[in-house]
């Protein structure tokens, strides 16, 4: 007996909605219960977004940044009030016991940076590539009394000169 093709289509469909709801599952995995696998977890949430140094007090964009993946990586969502928005995959790499993240832009922008716990931040290292050369970047985040600050640094020199890129501080939305 031959199925119908939307049959066949929507058991599929459902198929992979169950797969989907798999991957990001919320029970711990075994392989990340380790204090290092969580040291970054200060940032998990829904976080409104203020440009430090700046005369404005409204928000800029939202982050949310969630546990998925049984506890082993870190999504987040940035939308900012413009329309620019991006999205990162952030995970503690044990076996070399570093943090790397891949952050991607609706501008086409891919930064993969690596780094470690240095004191009280998180400290990463990547690059860009654009029209320009390439572009290095240091970004840090730190736990800092409601909130996260997280403060970035470029070199277009081979890191030869650093320039400020951003300064922000992220705080619990508020409905």
Same mark, same amino acid.
């Given at each position: &007996?031959?199925?119908?093709?939307?049959?066949?289509?929507? =058991? *599929?469909? &459902?198929?992979?909605? +169950?797969?989907?709801?798999?991957?990001?599952?919320?029970?711990?995995?075994?392989?990340?219960?380790? *204090?290092?696998?969580?040291?970054?977890?200060?940032?998990?949430?829904? #976080?409104?977004?203020?440009?430090?140094?700046?005369?404005?007090?409204?928000? =800029?964009?939202?982050?949310?940044?969630?546990?998925?993946?049984?506890?082993?990586?870190?999504?987040?969502?940035?939308?900012?009030?413009?329309?620019?928005?991006?999205?990162?995959?952030?995970?503690?790499?044990? *076996?070399? !016991?570093?943090?790397?993240?891949?952050?991607?832009?609706? @501008?086409?922008?891919?930064?993969?940076? @690596?780094?470690?716990?240095?004191? !009280?931040?998180?400290?990463?290292? +990547?690059?860009?590539?654009?029209? !320009?050369?390439?572009?290095?970047?240091?970004?840090? #985040? @730190?736990? =800092?009394?409601?909130?996260?600050?997280?403060? *970035?640094?470029?070199?277009?020199?081979?890191?030869?000169?650093?320039?400020?890129?951003?300064?922000? =501080?992220?705080? !619990?939305?508020?409905?």
């Amino acid at each position: &007996m031959l199925r119908a093709p939307w049959r066949v289509t929507l =058991v *599929a469909l &459902m198929a992979c909605a +169950g797969y989907a709801r798999d991957i990001h599952a919320t029970t711990p995995s075994r392989s990340c219960t380790d *204090a290092a696998h969580h040291e970054f977890d200060f940032w998990l949430g829904d #976080w409104d977004t203020f440009r430090i140094g700046k005369t404005s007090t409204a928000s =800029v964009a939202r982050n949310q940044v969630t546990s998925i993946l049984g506890g082993c990586v870190l999504h987040e969502v940035y939308t900012r009030t413009d329309g620019y928005t991006g999205e990162s995959f952030t995970i503690y790499d044990s *076996a070399r !016991k570093r943090w790397h993240q891949s952050w991607v832009s609706n @501008e086409g922008e891919l930064l993969v940076a @690596e780094g470690t716990r240095q004191g !009280k931040q998180i400290v990463l290292n +990547g690059s860009t590539i654009d029209d !320009k050369g390439e572009t290095l970047h240091r970004v840090s #985040w @730190e736990e =800092v009394g409601d909130g996260v600050r997280e403060t *970035a640094t470029q070199s277009r020199d081979g890191g030869k000169t650093w320039q400020p890129d951003f300064d922000i =501080v992220f705080r !619990k939305r508020q409905p």
